[in-house]
């Protein structure tokens, strides 16, 4: 019998799927639906991190897509049997501040919490249903991405806004906790005293945001009330004035699903290169609108940089993950390059080789690349959920 438990991760036309071992870090096996729908598409890995055969069939929604997935799974581990699901949720409110074992009640407060991340959160649910339909019985775990923010003071968690707003949940919940999780638990193996003091996380991916970690805890975050605030990404404009949207409402007549389009689809790097979400496209691009995106990227990130140094009082780390952060030399040497007044300097040969401290050996503030892991706290968090389950129970 293999034991292992999946972790999925349900975006809006994607699953991602990764199983684990009931102990360490290795995924046995992971898989990424892309495409949810007519076109879909689906790539599995195996134990070699080799493609394992994927019957060809239907991906038209997420449940038909983790039937999929798991078919391919068995090919190679024909006797699974499956401890637990854990399920990146994005928004867990101010209620939780740590997973739990998926019930109806929790169901339902996460279907209360739709409205607050209308694009994430009803797919984060439908990967609820598919699995709790694939396996019952199985423990389903919710993981939450605002989680980790939880220990904001009441300034950063809160908007100059009519009291009673506060109250129906209108807040700065932040986002992306479950890689901030995993890179502060990284940073206190590899350097603990670094844990303990004032870390700036940059997550700079598709989805890009900035974490002021102090002494392990979250004190602030460039994101807000929803997955827009903060840095530009992808196609999301990021900090916006919002002046602008009562413009484009008022002026332009534009209506709130045409505005929630532009903000979260057409904007970011997209919409001002013109040409890509993608970095390493705008990096490769010859032309000053793609320039101009990577500009606008790199001084929104360095006024973030101080921004989170700010509301710590100093900087002792600055630590890149994501996409960009891990592999972006050229974005991370110029994020860093008007920083020397925070005590930032990296060595450049260092950076160019993506080693894991970036910093040059006499900076005051050390930089450090660590590679997030979402999926890792995810397996960790449901493997907690059933052993104190079982403890419970014996
Ligand atoms: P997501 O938020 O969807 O998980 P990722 O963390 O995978 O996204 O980050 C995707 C981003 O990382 C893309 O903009 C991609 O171009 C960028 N990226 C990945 N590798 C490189 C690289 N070698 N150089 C520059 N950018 C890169």
Redesign the pocket.
């Known amino acids: 019998m293999t034991k292992a438990v999946l972790t999925l991760n349900a975006g809006s036309s994607s699953l991602k799927v990764a199983l684990f071992p009931v102990s360490g870090d290795k995924p046995m096996a992971t898989a990424l639906a892309d495409r949810i729908g007519p076109d879909g598409h689906l790539v599995l890995k195996g134990p070699s991190g080799l493609p394992l055969e994927a019957a060809p069939g239907d991906l038209s929604s997420h449940a038909s897509a983790l039937a999929r997935v798991i078919e391919g799974f068995r090919v190679d581990f024909p006797d699974l049997e499956l401890l637990a699901v854990g399920h990146r949720i994005v928004h867990g409110g101010d209620k939780y501040e740590a997973p739990v074992i998926v019930t109806p009640e929790v169901v339902a407060e996460l279907e209360r919490l739709s409205p607050f991340a209308p694009l994430h959160q009803p797919h984060n649910l439908a990967g609820i249903d598919a699995a709790s339909e694939a396996f019952p019985g199985v423990p389903q775990i919710a993981c939450f991405d605002t989680a980790f923010h939880r220990s904001h003071p009441w300034v950063n968690d809160a908007f100059a806004l009519p009291r009673d707003l506060y109250d129906k949940g209108v807040r700065r919940y932040g986002f992306h906790g479950l890689s901030y999780d995993y890179v502060a638990g990284e940073l206190k193996n590899r350097a603990p005293h670094l844990f303990e003091g004032r870390v700036v996380i940059a997550h700079l991916?598709?989805?890009a945001s900035m974490c002021a970690v102090e002494n392990g805890r979250s004190v602030a975050s460039t994101m807000g009330f929803s997955a827009l605030d903060g840095l530009p990404m992808?196609t999301r404009c990021g900090q916006l004035d919002p002046g602008v949207v009562l413009y484009l409402m008022q002026q332009e007549g534009m209506s709130a699903d045409e505005i929630s389009d532009m903000l979260y689809r057409r904007s970011g790097l997209l919409g001002l290169s013109g040409l890509s979400?993608?970095?390493?496209?705008l990096?490769g691009a010859d032309t000053p609108e793609a320039r101009q995106a990577i500009d606008y990227f790199v001084f929104r990130a360095q006024r973030e940089v101080g921004a989170m140094a700010a509301a710590m009082g100093g900087i002792d780390a600055l630590v890149f993950c994501?996409?960009?952060g891990e592999?972006?030399r050229l974005?991370r040497s110029r994020i860093c390059e008007r920083l020397g007044w925070m005590g930032i300097e990296i060595d450049h040969g260092l950076n160019t080789e993506n080693a894991p401290v970036i910093s040059s050996r006499f900076a005051r503030t050390s930089v450090l690349v660590i590679p997030t892991n979402e999926e890792l706290v995810i397996a960790r968090a449901a493997r907690r959920c059933v052993a104190r389950k079982a403890d419970a129970g014996a």
């Open positions: 991916g598709n989805g992808g979400n993608d970095m390493r496209t990096e994501g996409g960009i592999h972006s974005v």
